[in-house]
């Protein structure tokens, strides 16, 4: 049984977090309090050519199950214009440290590009998670897409655009999941002046919108959103793209959390901020629960 001063930690620990985060860059206060035996990292392990095709595979320490663990390639958020694959150390070590072999990807930003190569970009590092699945240590029947935000839209055009993995001489069948995060998914016209340009504002070239491209061949999915997202709709994305995704008989679910905002719904993924909402269990519990692809 926990004693008063077992009690006062959890308290106080959350709340001194929140205030570091205030102070400096709140990823690098998330990164530096994960745990350290959790996981081995292998950095800047090259999917494509040049800098930002580049991911880190975060290896569980335990050892792997029969078949290899579940994998999971990340896609972070930053409306296409910015992030950094070391800001997310913390979500690779969360879902390492429950026994999944993560990795999370880089893909170039715009103004270097516009829709849709960031696209191609990130079904590369896919088809990179679904190729060397088996001799990483991972199950390459239980490979999942994942992303937040911005990367949230990436992991789902992949997932229900065959096109892109298709290129890469791979295809959405191989997936055993779709994990969207406050991702964009029905948006037009776009509002964001960070994101316009990205995807040519107001002369928006067809095929940018995932919702439209759900089918019942789509891969079993979770979505989850906060209840009130300022920036990214959850009615119009998350809530839409789960009720097209049930009515075409793909097995979805699908959560609203009431204490995150759309920063913080990853942020929970870290160690002090858990207690916002149990979006690391949902994950990982849908994980687990789905089967191996064929």
Request: aromatic share 10%.
């Amino acid at each position: 049984m926990p004693t008063l001063k077992h009690l006062a930690l959890w308290i106080v620990l959350p709340l001194a977090v929140l205030v570091l985060l205030a102070a400096c860059s709140p990823l690098t206060v998330l990164n530096g309090v994960r745990a350290r035996n959790t996981e081995t990292v292998t950095p800047g392990v090259p999917y494509g050519e040049g800098a930002r095709r580049q991911l880190d595979i975060h290896t569980p320490s335990a050892a792997a199950p029969p078949g290899g663990w579940p994998v999971v390639v990340f896609f972070y958020g930053g409306s296409w214009n910015s992030g950094d694959r070391a800001d997310y150390r913390f979500v690779g070590e969360a879902l390492a440290a429950r026994g999944v072999l993560t990795l999370v990807a880089d893909y170039r930003l715009y103004p270097e590009v516009r829709f849709p190569e960031f696209l191609n970009d990130s079904a590369q590092a896919l088809a990179y998670g679904l190729r060397e699945a088996g001799r990483l240590g991972g199950n390459p029947k239980r490979v999942f897409v994942m992303g937040h935000s911005a990367g949230g839209y990436n992991a789902a055009m992949l997932a229900l655009d065959g096109r892109y993995l298709q290129a890469t001489g791979h295809s959405p069948d191989e997936l055993a999941g779709f994990i969207g995060l406050a991702g964009p998914y029905e948006f037009l016209p776009i509002v964001n002046t960070d994101a316009q340009p990205v995807f040519f504002h107001p002369n928006y070239p067809p095929g940018t919108q995932p919702i439209t491209f759900v089918s019942r061949s789509a891969p079993r999915s979770f979505v989850a959103a906060p209840v009130n997202d300022k920036l990214v709709s959850p009615q119009r994305s998350t809530v839409a793209l789960s009720a097209k995704l049930a009515e075409a008989g793909v097995p979805v679910t699908s959560k609203l959390y009431e204490r995150v905002s759309h920063a913080t719904l990853i942020g929970a993924f870290a160690r002090p901020l858990r207690w916002l909402a149990p979006v690391l269990d949902d994950v990982v519990a849908f994980i687990e629960a789905a089967p191996a692809r064929p």
